[in-house]
């Protein structure tokens, strides 16, 4: 016997008992054949699951941009009247030996990032000789800074008039706090919609014991007739009121 065919016989016989053993293995199982997937179906499932493992790495790596959200829209300074300091039902006295008198309160607004103006007016309404819609203006004041609806209302005090650097006569008068983003040169708001105010009655009198609370009205017609920032003046000083 040549050394070629014993080679095949012994590999004619490995291959017998390989047989053999998977043969003993299924019936071990069983008997159940079907226990052994085909390589068909072992290929089947390897490209199902890696394509799962693919989709799955796919969405870990997705990047998302961040959503974009518009700036909300600024508002009009709203001074809050119930936050008014001195209470704006409250008649102020004011005397000779009257050094000073604060104001405060509070306001509420979306400023977009810029502050709040605010200036005092001594009686709104009546037009100076320069036309302007008051008798005298006490401007500026420490800005309060920038905030949002979301804040609510912001307090501020720490205003004062001076009574002996702005002066009025013996009578009475008021005091109008006006709010805005911007104040133009004549101390009236630059955006006439951009504004709100508060208003307190003034009483000037030489001593507590010498005072009339008599008060006489304007001198326009009515309230609505009055000079206002909020209309422009004619050349010759006058105002149409609203």
Known sequence: MSKEHRREIRASRA???????SGDLRRGLGGDTKAFPTAAVVHALAHSSLLTLLAMMSSACLVLSPPEYDAPERT???LMAADAYPDLRQTI????DTSRVEFGGSVI????????ELAIYLDYGQRNAAGRPYRTAIYPFKPIPPGTMADGARKFSGMFWHPSDHTVP??????????????GPDV???????????????????????CNDFCEPPP?????GC????????????????
């Open 15 to 21: 291959l017998t008992s390989v047989s053999e053993r």
């Open 76 to 78: 009009p300074p709203m």
């Open 93 to 96: 006295y004011v005397y000779d």
């Open 109 to 116: 607004s979306e400023d977009s990032q810029q502050p709040v």
């Open 170 to 183: 013996l009578g009475c008068h008021t005091v109008t706090l006006m709010a805005s983003h911007r104040f």
């Open 188 to 210: 009236c708001p630059q955006e006439p919609t951009d504004a709100s105010y508060l208003v307190w009655q003034v009483i000037r009198c030489a001593s507590s014991s010498d």
């Open 220 to 224: 326009c017609d009515t309230v609505q």
């Open 227 to 242: 000079a206002s920032c909020l209309t422009p003046s004619n050349p010759d000083g006058s105002g149409e009121g609203q």
